[in-house]
């Protein structure tokens, strides 16, 4: 969920060549758009789809402190639609990042790269489940069976993901440095 003016600002645009259009016979499938782009395009693009999950955690975070001052009654189907709005959000980037992990793993013969990515995928699955765990513990539903052991617990595993993600991140681009 990158705004409009952020992917202005962007250093890399979101899909390469889009300014220009081109015919594709219907039988075909249309080219990725990331087919050609260098290797370290491709890592910017996994840097940019980062920034937009982590736009995508805030929103989903804010969305749960709004369902939580909302009542009693509480409006739950707000927080719904913010779910579901956010969900969209990770699915869409998900897709573009195996489609880049494919890419390195594939055509470009750059495993090392690909593995990078597929580990930075893995965490973020982690971190969206355990962010989604912490937010049903914290359901006023659920109040006076808050486990706040575990409740902290989860958070530090949200924590030390985090923390594995900016590692995976820094050794993608050292790698794919060397890799140019």
Do not use: C
Request: aromatic share 4%.
């Amino acid at each position: 969920m990158i705004t409009a003016e952020a992917a202005a600002d962007s250093a890399v645009p979101s899909v390469p060549g889009t300014a220009v259009a081109t015919v594709v016979p219907e039988r075909e499938e249309p080219a990725w758009p990331w087919k050609d782009a260098p290797i370290r395009a491709l890592v910017q693009r996994i840097h940019q789809l980062q920034a937009e999950r982590a736009q995508a955690f805030r929103r989903l975070e804010e969305g749960h402190l709004q369902y939580l001052r909302s009542g009693p009654p509480y409006d739950f189907p707000r927080y719904r639609s913010t779910v579901h709005e956010v969900t969209q959000a990770f699915a869409a980037a998900s897709r573009e990042v195996l489609a880049v992990e494919a890419e390195l793993a594939g055509p470009r013969g750059q495993p090392l790269l690909a593995s990078h990515v597929r580990s930075l995928q893995q965490l973020e699955q982690t971190r969206l489940a355990t962010v989604a765990l912490l937010q049903l513990m914290g359901a006023p539903e659920l109040s006076g069976q808050e486990n706040t052991l575990e409740m902290h617990q989860l958070k530090m595993k949200v924590i030390k993901t985090m923390e594995a993600i900016s590692e995976v991140l820094q050794d993608l681009k050292f790698d794919a440095e060397s890799a140019d």
